[in-house]
């Protein structure tokens, strides 16, 4: 079955932390790969996408993200992470071709001030 | 920038009433979806249109129905509203074939059904 699993549902950081999300993902045939970011009180909104080409992708706000093939992972890293990225991360995956993506779960990470 | 609008940013309904949800996106989007978002779950498909009047089946159909009559506009239809049902209804909408450009999401309606 086609699923996207995220490993930490609820992450705390200090300021200046780095930052790491893991996500992996089980989807037969060619995929697109997204993080998306909910703010609190705000719409989802795309924070990075991979479709092909260099598998590590520079999103907004100095989120990046690698794509390793061989582990079906798409893992999220920030290396500093600042009091405004409080929010709620979902890693989804959509089929090249097809019309459907799917969510993880979601982590909600907060950041201590 | 791409916006879509979903009409109503709470509702409270009563268990057994006909629900309508709806939403708009402004930059004559092909493909347009209804998530339901849920605390740990995250987001599961309900259904998805990829032009009007054409209409696909996600992963968590039932009780759900909906309608495309015209390209910008994406009703949801909860028939007859059970208290299992009371979520967050996202909207979205996506460009041209497939998954590669990512979805445009509208703000959400959180919906209570008593």
């Known amino acids: 079955a086609q699923s996207v699993s995220q490993h930490n549902h609820h992450v705390i950081l200090s300021e200046a932390a780095s930052l790491e999300l893991g996500c992996n993902y089980s989807?037969?045939?060619?995929?697109?790969l997204f993080w998306y970011v909910q703010y609190p009180g705000q719409h989802l909104q795309l924070l990075l996408k991979?479709?092909?080409?260099?598998?590590l992708v520079k999103g907004i706000k100095g989120f990046e993200a690698e794509f390793i093939k061989s582990k079906f992972s798409f893992n999220l890293r920030k290396p500093s992470v600042q009091w405004s990225d409080t929010a709620e991360y979902f890693c989804?995956?959509?089929?090249?071709?097809?019309?459907?993506?799917?969510f993880g779960a979601g982590t909600r990470l907060f950041v201590k001030a | 920038d791409v916006k879509v609008t979903q009409s109503s940013r709470y509702l409270v309904k009563r268990t057994g009433e006909k629900v309508f949800l709806e939403c708009v996106q402004d930059?004559?989007?092909?493909?347009m979806f209804w998530y339901r978002q849920d605390p740990g779950l995250g987001l599961r498909l309900i259904y998805f249109?990829?032009?009007?009047?054409?209409?696909e089946k996600g992963d968590i159909p039932e009780g759900y129905s909906v309608s495309r009559e015209k390209k910008e506009r994406f009703s949801l239809i909860l028939e007859s509203a059970s208290t299992n049902q009371t979520s967050m209804y996202l909207c979205a909408s996506s460009f041209g074939q497939g998954t590669i450009y990512g979805y445009t999401f509208g703000s959400g309606t959180r919906l209570t059904v008593v």
């Open positions: 249109s990829y032009d009007v009047k054409m209409k």
């Open positions: 991979y479709f092909s080409g260099d598998p």
């Open positions: 989807y037969g045939g060619t995929v697109n």
């Open positions: 930059m004559d989007h092909e493909n």
């Open positions: 989804a995956v959509g089929n090249t071709g097809g019309f459907k993506t799917i």
